[in-house]
């Protein structure tokens, strides 16, 4: 089983046991995006590459930003925040000009 059928598979499984992982829809807005940049940044390069939000399906992004947060040990507004990031326009622009940057 491929990673991405096991993942829709466990929100699948989620959803239908009544617990919800999606219960917020989160925004960044113009005044807080250089914070959350900075902190998507910070937190999420010490062990990778920064990710582009938009190579994923929105629910794969909130699995997976929540499932690192526990490694990262950011607060919950962080971790809103940076799932938010998945609804900025040009965002995959501004990681691709970050990573070429910040070569690992």
């Not at 995006?33 to 994923?56: D, G, I, L």
Request: aromatic share 12%; net charge positive.
């Amino acid at each position: 089983m491929s990673l991405k059928s096991f993942l829709y598979l466990m929100i699948a499984t989620i959803s239908v046991m009544g617990i919800t992982y999606y219960d917020f829809t989160p925004s960044v807005s113009a005044d807080s995006f250089a914070n959350t940049f900075k902190s998507f940044s910070v937190t999420c390069t010490k062990c990778h590459e920064m990710r582009n939000p938009k190579k994923y399906e929105k629910a794969t992004w909130i699995f997976n930003v929540k499932r690192m947060s526990k490694r990262a040990k950011i607060t919950s507004s962080q971790k809103k925040a940076i799932i938010g990031l998945w609804e900025v326009d040009g965002i995959s622009k501004k990681v691709a000009k970050w990573n070429n940057r910040h070569p690992r």
